[in-house]
């Protein structure tokens, strides 16, 4: 068994990166992923971690670095926060087209303007659909645990794509919490040596990313859309033996919180999905039947499990912590997609949007306790006014 | 729904004209003759458009390229297409793009061929692997009269600032309208800038009968490639190996020749051959026989001290 540390989220992930025995990473410093590079100089200063730690001269340079490494054959190891993370996206789909299943660590920052370095999943999800495993950890110890996650699934062969492991930038990349550090003979158990199907190699050359005409458009489309799909069952046998060798159990895909017999559910991934269970936890003290519904992958969406466990509920209020200006519903990301794995139910469980937390403000307990009000209304009579509110000005 | 989709969508009133031209030294000949002729449609109240192929690489010099157009008295159905899949006209602007080329290939029934040459409709036959569908072939010398147009104005979809039909494009296109009634000659002498030299092309057109009477006509629907088709990730294989997918060998109109005799063995031919085409076989002597990726460039023939290599019309070979 490992030990137990009082280390933040970026430390968690620099151990887990080190435990993972990464040959590559690139760096470029922005708040609040900044700590994760730090740590990790140190660890290969120290001779803790045998690995190219590269400077690049941007985030557009460091994820074509780690395109290359992991080209090579090299296990990768980036990341950025905000609009470095959007400064990089040209690069996104070209990793994944080619199949390389580089790692990128993002702790969230709101865009610009003006410089809010504050957390918000917006430049997060604006990437979510270049074929990327994605998904966020709310606690440092499950941002530990995603990396290890990450790099097992998106270098199983029958995936082979690349991963982004978000942590919510400042709550869980800043503020340290008890994370137990596996041993490393339980990840080298969990997490065999990578080898993809094809590797730049000197006595074989070959062109990675080669011009093609519309006609080899589809075919190659279809190939990455076979491989997202085929993650979702890897995904789950990762996740199941994650918790044999570790012992920490984690349902995959969604992570349900007081649902037995609950009537409204908030519907939420990230951080702030741990202040909407402690919301429950104090309403259901006082009788009142709801829960949460913690979405674990944003990508691939678990869109059968999501219809199976929120078509439960009488209502479900989807928390976006993000903005997606003249978004359907005028919601977010999370709305829209569960409002979508709904599509053909019926009208039997209601849907709403919260967007909240932008800037990277706090949700606070009375905003859920609000918004659970606002659920448990429509549950009773039946009508949503309104697609969705922002808050806090609008509920 | 249970309809016969090919019978629906059929297009009986659609002409497709497709020219065949040398990348950068002919794009504009290739244009001008399909926007002179879909600029005379337009002229006669049909429907028309006009464009070039997206997928050839028009920015590189003797790569064949491919211009269209489509005329037809009713609305095109099928106007977001890559290429014209049923030519009922298909004009070469250079004759050595019979070479290497399926130039008829998908021809409907009946259809004609019109080549920029000297030579006559005989000869040309020669090359032609499958002409069963071929009605006409017609032969002018159209290089004799008007030259060719080299600008990049009109390219990429842009408007052809130097005007439409100055050079080998007018001749050609009035050769077309001889050939096949597709739109009325006069709309097409006004639709040119060169007037005299489109009405030559109508004039001296050599035009042969080849076929009049057609099997049916059942071309095989195309398939489109499978996610299996492609390695893995779209990777290609080593550059050092030879490309099967991209012979060159059909860009050339001008073949090198090597006399032994004149040859000293200097190989600057080798060295400068951007294709690797000259292959240093022996220490005696350089050897041309490799010419499937020959662009006939004439780069060796230029850098040869001693005239050993001279370039040769490619139709002057039967091979």
Known sequence: ?395 | MNLDVKKLFEEPSLIQITTWARGVIENKDARDVVFALANAGSKEGKYVQAWENYVDLPDRVGVPVRAYARISDEPLLSKYVYENEHPDVVVLTNEALVKGNDVLQGMKPGGVLIVNTKRDPEYILKFLKDTTYLGTIGCIDATEVAGHVQTLSGAEGATDASGIGVGVGAVLAGAVVKAKSIVKPENVLSSVQNEEACRYGYDEVRLVTVNTTFPEFKPAPKKPLGPEDLPFAGTVPSVDKENEKRITGNWRSERPVWSKERCTNCLLCWVNCPDSVVVYKTPEAADFTNLKYCKGCGICAEVCPTKAITMVPELDFED
């Not at chain 1, 030990?3 to 040959?23: H, Q």
């Not at chain 1, 078509?311 to 209020?317: I, L």
């Not at chain 1, 990301?333 to 709403?352: M, P, Q, W």
């Open chain 1, 1 to 395: 068994m490992g030990k137990k540390r009082l280390i933040s989220g970026v430390v968690a992930t620099a151990e887990a990166v080190r435990l993972a025995d990464v040959d590559v990473i690139t760096s470029f410093p922005i708040r609040p992923y900044t700590g994760i590079m730090s740590e990790l100089a140190r660890m290969v200063a120290d001779g803790e971690l045998d690995a190219e730690f590269i400077h690049a001269d941007g985030e557009h340079a460091q994820l074509s670095i780690v395109y290359g490494a992991s080209a090579a054959g090299a296990r990768t190891f980036t990341g950025s926060s905000g609009v470095g993370v959007t400064y990089a996206m040209e690069v996104y789909s070209p990793i994944s087209g080619a199949r390389l299943p580089v790692h990128m660590a993002i702790a969230d920052r709101t865009l610009d303007p003006p410089g809010d370095f504050g957390s918000e999943h917006t430049e997060a999800e604006s990437c979510r659909d270049q074929c990327w495993i994605q998904g966020w950890a709310a606690t440092p110890q499950e941002a530990l645990d995603l990396t290890l996650l990450y790099y097992r699934i998106g270098e199983d062969p029958r995936v082979l794509l690349p991963q982004y492991a978000c942590q919510d930038g400042y709550f869980v990349s800043h503020i340290a919490g008890e994370v137990e550090i596996p041993d490393e003979g339980q990840v080298k158990e969990f997490l065999p040596p990578y080898k993809n199907k094809h590797s730049l190699n000197i006595s074989d050359p070959m062109i990675i990313g080669a011009q093609i005409e519309p006609e080899m458009g589809p075919p190659l489309q279809y190939q990455r859309y076979i491989a997202i799909q085929e993650a979702r069952k890897v995904i789950a046998e990762a996740y199941k033996e994650f918790g044999e060798i570790f012992g920490r159990k984690y349902s995959p895909f969604v992570e349900e919180y007081m649902t037995d017999d609950a009537e409204v559910v908030i519907f939420i991934q990230g951080a702030h999905s741990v202040t909407a269970r402690n919301v429950a936890l104090k309403l259901r003290n006082h009788g009142e039947k709801v829960g949460v519904v913690q979405l674990r992958t944003l990508r691939p969406f678990p869109t059968e499990i999501v219809r199976d466990v929120l078509s439960r509920f009488k209502a479900v209020g989807a928390v976006d912590n993000s903005v997606n200006y003249g978004i359907a519903g005028d919601g977010g990301v999370l709305l829209s997609e569960a409002r979508t794995a709904l599509y053909g139910l019926g009208d039997k469980t209601k849907t709403v949007g919260f967007v909240g937390g932008l800037g990277g403000e706090v949700i606070t307990m009375e905003e859920f306790y609000k918004m659970y009000a606002k659920l448990k209304e429509i549950a009773k009579t039946g009508k949503v006014e309104r697609d969705s509110y922002w808050l806090p000005y609008e509920l």
